[in-house]
């Protein structure tokens, strides 16, 4: 049943390319390379890809499901599917997460953009003591930070005020395909330097004594980030889904789409990194201090190719974290459009507003500003741990249950096969996947978060 009235996505290529954008972002490009490098290379991806399709994929279907049964915003959705109202608490939980992960996740974009300036403009070209000292600067200065967020939350804002299809599917059909070329050239250009082939093995050829239960952990958390889960995204998008949208087929070609950019981002870093003989587990730091110099030396008797590798590796960096802010923008955007009877582009200022707030607190707490600390970690700290580590894990966990255990069946049953068209086959290996193995899975994770083993 579809609201009439209520916009929905106008293509299937639009289905797979916005949500697909949603789930692509910074935790490809940038979470998943030092992921990768810290928990030893190509074993911790074999057990990050079985994650995404065996645990990943159906937590995507179960919040398809719950948009697409209700086509309305995420608060509302929960509410209007169950009896209980408490349920309605996942989803304004989903809506709150994904505001102040915009914000914090703004400040992040805001460096993108700032080393994207700085490439174009060669900035970050000198020693590696220089780089280091330019990051610190610039991520601890009182102003900049803050300016380059806000910025980036306009830019999201003015794709998200258009509309569902002129401004984010249309966008989405743009920035997508731009991120792939550009993944790919960076791919070709670093697989082609000397001593790469040590980065392609590390990537390629699994050392299975290297698999631990943090590396497990570690990995099914990846997935889940990487998949945007709990952050009522996937509920919001498919609540904009068309009845002959294929749920299943859909959460499939995204989940691919994800683990092809995440991969891509690795063979771009580690051929480069192994090349000039850096330690593949430089961690968080890799992308802002390790890869400039990484860049320079790499490229040291081609600087025109260093350079453009710097550039094109900042201006991916930027669309995969816009693709990201789109989603969590539109998800607080149709709440207060919806929930406050107001016109689209009021609902868009309020979530601008609001996101604007938080990233500037997020990006001056870097600035070792005491009074925006908590027991000594910066705020944009304290919001990405909340989040992260207690609000995403709680509200994937929230979704799985409602949807395995309070939704009737006779609607999850509708939704998986478009009301009758397509076969169920799949549908009882879904449901038991749903209510049993992925709480336990989400559980473990939000448990091993807090020490518990």
Known sequence: METTGRTNFGSRLGVVLATAGSAVGLGNVWRFPYMVGNDGGAAFIVVYLCCVLFLGIPGMVAEFVVGRASHTNAARAYRSLSDHPLWGITGYVGVITSMIILGFYAVVAGWCLQYLYASLTEQLQGSKEYVVEYFTTFSTSLFRPAVAAVLFILITHHIVAIGVRGGIERASKLLMPMLFIILIILVVASCL?????????????????????????????????????????????????KSNTQLSKSAVNIALIDILVALLAGMVIFPAAFSVGVRPDAGPSLIFITLPNVFQQAFVHLPITGYCM?????????????????????????????????????????????????????????AHTECLQLQGRPLMECFDYVTAQVLMPLGSLATCLFVGWVLPKRIVAHQLTNGGTLKAGFAFVFLFVVKYICPIAIAAIFLHQFGVF
Request: proline residues 2%; charged residues 10%.
């Open 310 to 366: 710097s550039v094109l590796f900042y201006a991916l960096m930027a669309l995969a974290a816009l693709t990201s802010t789109i989603s969590m923008h539109e998800i607080g955007t149709v709440f207060f459009h919806e929930e406050l009877h107001i016109s689209r582009k009021a609902a868009a200022w309020v979530v601008t507003s609001v996101c604007s707030i938080i990233a500037i607190l997020s990006a001056l707490s870097m």
């Open 193 to 241: 330097l000397p001593g790469a082939w040590g980065g392609i093995t590390f990537m390629l050829k699994p050392d299975f004594s290297r698999i631990t239960r943090g590396v497990l952990l570690d990995a099914l958390g990846q997935a889940f980030f990487s998949l945007s889960l709990g952050t009522a995204c996937l509920t919001t998008y498919a609540s904009y889904f």
